[in-house]
């Protein structure tokens, strides 16, 4: 006898509560195809959505996470090396939200996904459009 099916997504989303800001309009617009809504966007949006997440990535953290370091510098239980990475980690990411050095020097690799749900349309080959933002960002940022 075959085992049952059962489908399991490798990477799946949870909730989301990621506050975002609006990059661009160009490039993406929303198309009607009989009675459904897709979103189109081109490999030029999508190349600059990428460019400037790999910014973003290298000079901020977001506020939870700095909020969690702050609180190892209070919390009575931590070690004194606990609060001496918590601080360094703060003095970097201090120095990094400046935008010019980033907060990690890296090895110029970076790995990426990219998911698009049913009712999104793209003019190119995503994966093409992802290296150039990537690239863009490498070549051009730091």
Known sequence: ???????????????????????????????????????????????????????DISHYLRTEHLEQLAKILKDPEASANDRFVALDLLKNANIAAGGILPMCQDTGTALIMGKKGQY??????????????????YTKLN
């Open 120 to 137: 999104v349309l793209t003019s190119s080959k995503d994966e093409v459009a992802l290296s150039q933002g990537v690239y863009d960002a």
């Open 1 to 55: 006898m075959s085992p049952t099916f059962s489908y399991s997504d490798l990477l799946p989303l949870g909730p989301d509560t990621t506050q975002y800001r609006l990059i661009s309009k160009e490039g993406v617009s929303v198309v009607k195809l009989g009675d459904k809504e897709f979103l189109q966007v081109s490999a030029e949006a999508l190349t600059l959505l990428t460019e400037t997440a790999i910014h």
